[in-house]
């Protein structure tokens, strides 16, 4: 009987071993994508904010373009080009920041497959099987 007992409590510590590492990879999972939603999320309000800037001082600049002289011609050319700059530049640091974030779930993805790669296995075999009963259905 001791055997059995000895059984079911390995098995007990297995279930909720494997409870556990789920747990964790769902949590990692939905901080990859928390980070990844907000990051898009920040990339498109910025570059929206920034569109609408450029087409207001474009729109601005062709009304008085008639009347501005070469000199404010040129001057309102280098602070559009200045606003493309730093458009471009906090684009840049807004794509750098969710590769950054990707980056960082794939390094604790790797790092839990290390750990757990017979979990893993399973996990993943679970996922394809899952994946492929719901695209079967459609």
Known sequence: ???NNTSRTKSDEAQAEARHVAQRAGASASRVGSAARSAGKRVSDVAGEE???LRADLSDLISRISSLSEAE???A???LLEK???GR???SELVNDARNQFEHGVECSRDYVK???IQSVGYAALTGLLLGLLIARR
Do not use: C, D, W, Y
């Open 1 to 3: 009987m001791t055997t």
């Open 73 to 75: 011609v040129e001057e």
């Open 89 to 91: 530049e906090t684009a």
């Open 51 to 53: 569109l609408s800037n």
């Open 77 to 79: 050319k280098e602070r």
């Open 115 to 117: 750990e757990h790669p």
């Open 84 to 86: 493309i700059a730093a």
